[in-house]
């Protein structure tokens, strides 16, 4: 059984830091491509950071400068460091992985930005 499970939100004051993690059982990170994407309320859910098996790293261009996406793989752990943070950050983040057949989703976690 596949289960992606993340950490690490909560609330922030802007210009804080977080770093989400999301641990995988049941598949191997380092053979998919992983990331995480977020959903506002009343927006669309949106990729903010993938890396690939390479490892390539790719950012919406709202995030470049500011997240950071990296891999374990012998933890089989994907983070994302998020500094300078916003209150347009602010949304439920979910990993994800994907194979060129399906894509796995974690939970999600709630990422406040609020002073």
């Known amino acids: 059984q596949v289960q992606l499970v993340e950490s690490g939100g909560g609330l922030v004051q802007p210009g804080g830091s977080l770093k989400l993690s999301c641990a995988a059982s049941?598949?191997?990170?380092?053979?998919?491509?992983t990331g995480w994407c977020r959903q506002a309320p009343g927006k669309e859910r949106e990729l903010v950071a993938s890396?690939?098996?390479?490892?390539?790293?790719n950012y919406v261009d709202s995030v470049k400068g500011r997240f950071t996406i990296s891999r374990d793989n012998a933890k089989n752990t994907v983070y994302l460091q998020m500094n300078s943070l916003k209150s347009d950050d602010t949304a439920v983040y979910f990993c994800?992985?994907?194979?060129?057949?399906?894509?796995?989703w974690g939970q999600g976690t709630q990422v406040t930005v609020s002073s």
């Open positions: 994800f992985a994907t194979s060129s057949s399906y894509t796995y």
């Open positions: 049941g598949i191997i990170f380092g053979l998919m491509t």
């Open positions: 890396i690939t098996s390479t490892p390539t790293t």
